[in-house]
């Protein structure tokens, strides 16, 4: 079992940052893949980044450069560190373990002047 809290959501301007955290859980984090994905309204959800139990990292193209997937196994959390944020990434962040089998609650990234 995991349980999965995200954090660090809020209202940002464009060309600012967030940090996002997710808090889990669980015995199984150190040895989960895990995942961050999004959802704006009236579209569906996609996935943004992911990280595996090594720490090989993976990107969507759009936020290549701009964001990065890091975990920290001692702590159980996982982050995802947001720079020159765009309006177009407003949506509801999600993270997830082991390629959606476990996910949080999500947290709101609002991007706007």
């Known amino acids: 079992q995991l349980q999965l809290v995200e954090s660090g959501g809020g209202l940002v301007q464009p060309g600012g940052s967030l940090r996002l955290s997710c808090a889990a859980a669980?015995?199984?984090?150190?040895?989960?893949?895990m995942g961050w994905y999004r959802q704006a309204p009236g579209k569906q959800r996609e996935w943004v980044a992911s990280?595996?139990?090594?720490?090989?990292?993976e990107y969507t193209d759009s936020v290549k450069g701009r964001f990065t997937i890091s975990r920290d196994n001692a702590k159980n959390t996982l982050y995802l560190q947001m720079n020159s944020l765009k309006p177009e990434d407003t949506a509801r962040y999600y993270c997830?373990?082991?390629?959606?089998?476990?996910w949080g609650q999500g947290t709101q990234v609002t991007v706007s002047s």
């Open positions: 997830s373990a082991r390629f959606g089998e476990y």
């Open positions: 990280i595996t139990s090594a720490g090989t990292t």
């Open positions: 669980g015995s199984i984090f150190r040895n989960s893949a």
